[in-house]
Antibody, heavy 126, light 107 residues
Framework: EVQLVESGGGLVQPGGSLKLSCAAS????????IHWVRQASGKGLEWVGR??????????EYAASVKGRFTISRDDSKNTAYLQMNSLKTEDTAFYYC?????????????????WGQGTLVTVSS | EIVLTQSPATLSLSPGERATLSCRAS??????LAWYQQKPGQAPRLLIY???NRATGIPARFSGSGSGTDFTLTISGLEPEDLAVYYC?????????FGGGTKLEIK
């Protein structure tokens, strides 16, 4: 079974930092891009960024709202992706989900997301 | 950035009825549109991809249609378990974007 489990959320002051983890199992992690998507309480979904696989030189892309403050990395030996969040703002308060491309049978489609982790809550407040 | 506008914001229907949800893109996304279901307290789940293809395990009463800028998610024969917020998402252009969601209430 494909599974993604986020951890590392918590309460942090504005201007602070936090690092989230996304532990994966049930699929070939090293071959898959990993995305982060966030959701403020009662609000919609916002794509945060992604990291591609080694085959694509671990390329990263970010939403404009987090570019320069957030960094996505991965450790394929641990089947884990990370989201390093610096210079946090109150508007970064949200549930953060990691997810991967949708696969069915032996085929996968980039940039459709399934499954998702259960999410981890980040609260930025003084 | 492509903006996806979903309507209505809230839809209240009875079991057995048909739900029609709309997603409109600010520019053409071809058929690169997906629909997700998010039940209360849960993570989103992929329902439809490439505008009209059901994801694995999704019941046949969920169907998607459209191309270009106008898309529809239809749920035939509503069941109480369909209570959720439904989001559309495009992958035609970066950054990837989601619509604001339609909340489906079951009377």
């Amino acid at each position: 079974e494909v599974q993604l489990v986020e951890s590392g959320g918590g309460l942090v002051q504005p201007g602070g930092s936090l690092k989230l983890s996304c532990a994966a199992s049930g699929f070939t992690f090293s071959g898959s891009a990993i995305h982060w998507v966030r959701q403020a309480s009662g609000k919609g979904l916002e794509w945060v960024g992604r990291i591609r696989s080694k085959a694509y030189s671990y390329a990263t892309e970010y939403a404009a709202s987090v570019k320069g403050r957030f960094t996505i990395s991965r450790d394929d030996s641990k089947n884990t992706a990370y989201l390093q969040m610096n210079s946090l703002k109150t508007e970064d308060t949200a549930f953060y989900y990691c997810t991967r491309r949708y696969c069915f049978g032996t085929s996968c489609i980039e940039d459709w997301f399934d499954p998702w982790g259960q999410g981890t809550l980040v609260t930025v407040s003084s | 950035e492509i903006v996806l506008t979903q309507s209505p914001a809230t839809l209240s229907l009875s079991p057995g009825e048909r739900a029609t949800l709309s997603c409109r893109a600010s520019q053409s996304v071809s058929s690169y549109l997906a629909w997700y279901q998010q039940k209360p307290g849960q993570a989103p789940r992929l329902l439809i991809y490439d505008a009209s293809n059901r994801a694995t395990g999704i019941p046949a009463r969920f169907s998607g249609s459209g191309s270009g800028t106008d898309f529809t998610l239809t749920i035939s024969g509503l069941e109480p378990e369909d209570l959720a917020v439904y989001y559309c998402q495009q992958r035609s252009n970066w950054p990837l974007t989601f619509g604001g969601g339609t909340k489906l209430e079951i009377k």
